[in-house]
């Protein structure tokens, strides 16, 4: 499966941006999907994960109510709308998918197999 992100750029803070995320190569409808981020100086981590229906989602705690996961398997493409954006919303973000049998969402970079190239979000204050 190829992952191709796009849809990042600069925004002042309280302002809002969503990022895309077009899968290729496999079955879009199989695949549970995530978004990680990596800011400057710092890991990797969660962002927000979705099932292969989209009947479910999960947020880290520090985007919960201000970040929405979406998607739409007609079209390939997974979504990440970003509201209320702070300064240290500022990051690479990456979209990662794995295959699934059931409904569920995962939250652990090693649970995801597929990874696209990231998008750079940066939010000025």
């Known amino acids: 499966v190829q992952l191709q992100a796009s849809g990042g750029g600069l925004v002042q803070a309280g302002g809002s941006l969503r990022v895309s995320c077009v899968a290729s190569?496999?079955?879009?409808?199989?695949?549970?999907m995530g978004w990680f981020r990596q800011g400057p100086g710092k890991e990797r981590e969660f962002v927000a994960g979705i099932s292969w229906n989209g009947d479910r989602a999960v947020y880290a705690d520090s985007v919960q109510g201000r970040f929405t996961i979406s998607r739409d398997n007609a079209k390939n493409t997974l979504y990440l709308r970003m509201n209320s954006l702070k300064p240290l919303d500022t990051a690479v973000y990456y979209c990662a998918g794995r295959p699934t049998a059931g409904d569920k969402q995962y939250t652990r970079e090693r649970d995801y197999t597929y990874w696209g190239q990231g998008t750079q979000v940066t939010v000025s204050s």
């Open positions: 190569g496999h079955t879009f409808g199989n695949i549970a």
